[in-house]
């Protein structure tokens, strides 16, 4: 893939989102067709320039790909149903980078869409007893990391909180956001407990939406006449799994430690480099220990930093000026494609009242169950 973008550069042309809400009658198909119209509105394109689609979905069961987007004109285009739990849309969107770097497409159509209600995990059918009732929820492993990150670096609950804080700050300046209300520290401590010290505000919500993004070689930039400096272009695409834990690295932290480094190797910079990650915070402990394992913190420091403000909007390096996953909503299979539709935002200087100044290298950073990792670095376009 690194070879690939290099000799065949890759650009975000067009994003469209449908406000991420929470579950109501609205069907799937309006969802994601609101968000694919905008992203062709968005790239100034016509359906049937679209030569290729990747659907991530969690939740709506077989072929909804095709049944949505028939809509816009049934055009012959290929289309592919991706799933890859939280990862479904970012692994959407890691698949049509490579048909565009490939050669093998032009144009290509990344979207997420999703409901709630209808997804089984795979875990409770592979023959195997849990070790626990708690084994598979993964609130209950999240509450253990934040007590020991809290007992080793002698901190208190507010530094979980005051992500929460944060993030739900910047979703309420951010129309697609499912929560668009600010929180103090003091409601994010009193809402009720989850588990350990995560309460509610500190866990996301699930809900419902899309997502898309459409991609373009730079070729295909030139002869249809598209904006250039309008599109981002994609530096790094990486996806990976998780490894047996050796030493006192939680796992799923080593492989967010592993592939965001082969992230940054492929695209040539250093995490001190980025100007903005979106990232997966389902829970605030995440949010501090990601960041961490990016190179977005020194180890120890992502609670510090939080604090004095290095990763709020106009900081070092904003982490989810979305709002992330506990402000902007989780609906799953859209979540990654969001995370870049914020980033090609972010990058164009369009992202009015939460804009990050001078935002030129970002990192989208996503996990699904499982556990895998899918990383992007998107570079803006002079």
Same mark, same amino acid.
């Given at each position: 893939?690194?070879?690939?973008?290099? @000799?065949?550069?890759? *650009?975000?042309?067009?994003?469209?989102?449908?406000?991420?809400?929470?579950?109501?009658?609205?069907?799937?198909?309006? +969802?994601?067709?609101?968000?694919?119209?905008?992203? +062709?509105?968005?790239?100034?394109? /016509?359906?049937? /320039?679209?030569? $290729?689609?990747?659907?991530?979905?969690?939740?709506?069961?077989?072929?909804?790909?095709?049944?949505?987007?028939?809509?816009?004109?049934?055009?012959?285009?290929?289309?592919?149903?991706?799933?890859?739990?939280?990862?479904?849309?970012?692994?959407?969107?890691?698949?049509?980078?490579?048909?565009?770097?490939? =050669?093998?497409?032009?144009?290509?159509? !990344?979207?997420?869409?999703?409901?709630?209600? &209808?997804?089984?995990?795979?875990?409770?059918?592979?023959?195997?007893?849990?070790?626990?009732?708690?084994?598979?929820?993964?609130? !209950?492993?999240?509450?253990?990391?934040?007590?020991?990150?809290?007992?080793?670096?002698?901190?208190?609950?507010?530094?979980?909180?005051?992500? !929460?804080?944060?993030? *739900?700050?910047?979703?309420?300046?951010?129309?697609?956001?499912?929560?668009?209300?600010?929180?103090?520290? @003091?409601?994010?401590?009193?809402?009720?407990?989850?588990?350990?010290?995560?309460?509610? /505000?500190?866990?996301?919500?699930?809900?419902?939406?899309?997502?898309?993004?459409?991609?373009?070689?730079?070729?295909?930039? !030139?002869?249809?006449?598209?904006?250039?400096?309008?599109?981002?272009?994609?530096?790094?695409?990486?996806?990976?799994?998780?490894?047996?834990?050796?030493? @006192?690295?939680?796992?799923?932290?080593?492989?967010?430690?592993?592939?965001?480094?082969?992230?940054?190797?492929?695209?040539?910079? $250093?995490?001190?480099?980025?100007? %903005?990650?979106? +990232? &997966?915070?389902?829970?605030?402990?995440?949010?501090?220990?990601?960041?961490?394992?990016?190179?977005?913190? &020194?180890?120890?420091?992502?609670?510090?930093?939080?604090?004095?403000?290095?990763?709020?909007?106009?900081?070092?390096?904003?982490?989810?000026?979305?709002? =992330?996953?506990?402000? %902007?909503? *989780?609906?799953?299979?859209?979540?990654?494609?969001?995370?870049?539709? @914020?980033?090609?935002?972010?990058?164009?200087?369009?992202?009015?009242?939460?804009?990050?100044?001078?935002?030129?290298?970002? %990192?989208? &950073?996503?996990?699904? +169950?499982?556990?895998?990792?899918?990383? *992007?670095?998107?570079?803006?376009?002079?």
């Amino acid at each position: 893939m690194n070879r690939l973008l290099q @000799e065949r550069a890759v *650009h975000v042309v067009g994003i469209g989102m449908h406000p991420y809400q929470f579950p109501s009658e609205t069907p799937y198909v309006h +969802l994601g067709l609101t968000a694919v119209r905008e992203a +062709l509105k968005d790239a100034g394109l /016509q359906w049937p /320039q679209v030569q $290729a689609a990747f659907v991530g979905t969690a939740a709506l069961g077989m072929a909804a790909g095709r049944v949505m987007l028939r809509h816009l004109g049934s055009t012959g285009l290929s289309v592919t149903q991706v799933e890859n739990a939280s990862a479904s849309g970012s692994s959407a969107f890691r698949l049509a980078c490579q048909a565009v770097a490939s =050669g093998e497409h032009d144009v290509v159509l !990344a979207v997420g869409v999703d409901k709630t209600g &209808h997804a089984r995990r795979a875990s409770g059918s592979d023959g195997l007893a849990p070790l626990s009732p708690t084994s598979n929820l993964p609130v !209950a492993k999240f509450a253990l990391l934040a007590r020991r990150y809290l007992r080793d670096g002698g901190l208190n609950v507010e530094a979980l909180a005051r992500v !929460a804080v944060k993030n *739900h700050g910047n979703a309420a300046l951010n129309p697609y956001a499912q929560f668009r209300k600010p929180r103090t520290l @003091e409601q994010v401590l009193a809402s009720p407990k989850v588990a350990g010290e995560l309460t509610v /505000q500190q866990c996301c919500p699930r809900g419902e939406g899309a997502a898309a993004v459409i991609v373009a070689s730079a070729a295909a930039i !030139a002869r249809l006449g598209l904006s250039r400096t309008r599109s981002p272009r994609v530096i790094a695409s990486v996806s990976t799994s998780e490894k047996l834990g050796r030493g @006192e690295v939680p796992p799923i932290v080593q492989m967010v430690r592993d592939s965001s480094l082969a992230a940054l190797e492929q695209a040539g910079i $250093a995490a001190s480099d980025l100007d %903005m990650v979106e +990232l &997966h915070d389902a829970f605030s402990i995440e949010e501090i220990v990601y960041g961490e394992a990016i190179g977005v913190s &020194h180890p120890g420091e992502g609670a510090h930093d939080l604090a004095r403000g290095d990763t709020a909007i106009g900081g070092r390096c904003a982490v989810n000026a979305s709002g =992330g996953l506990i402000g %902007m909503g *989780h609906p799953i299979g859209p979540t990654g494609v969001g995370q870049i539709a @914020e980033i090609t935002r972010q990058m164009r200087s369009e992202a009015t009242g939460r804009q990050h100044p001078n935002t030129r290298l970002a %990192m989208a &950073h996503m996990i699904g +169950l499982g556990s895998v990792a899918i990383a *992007h670095v998107l570079q803006k376009t002079d």
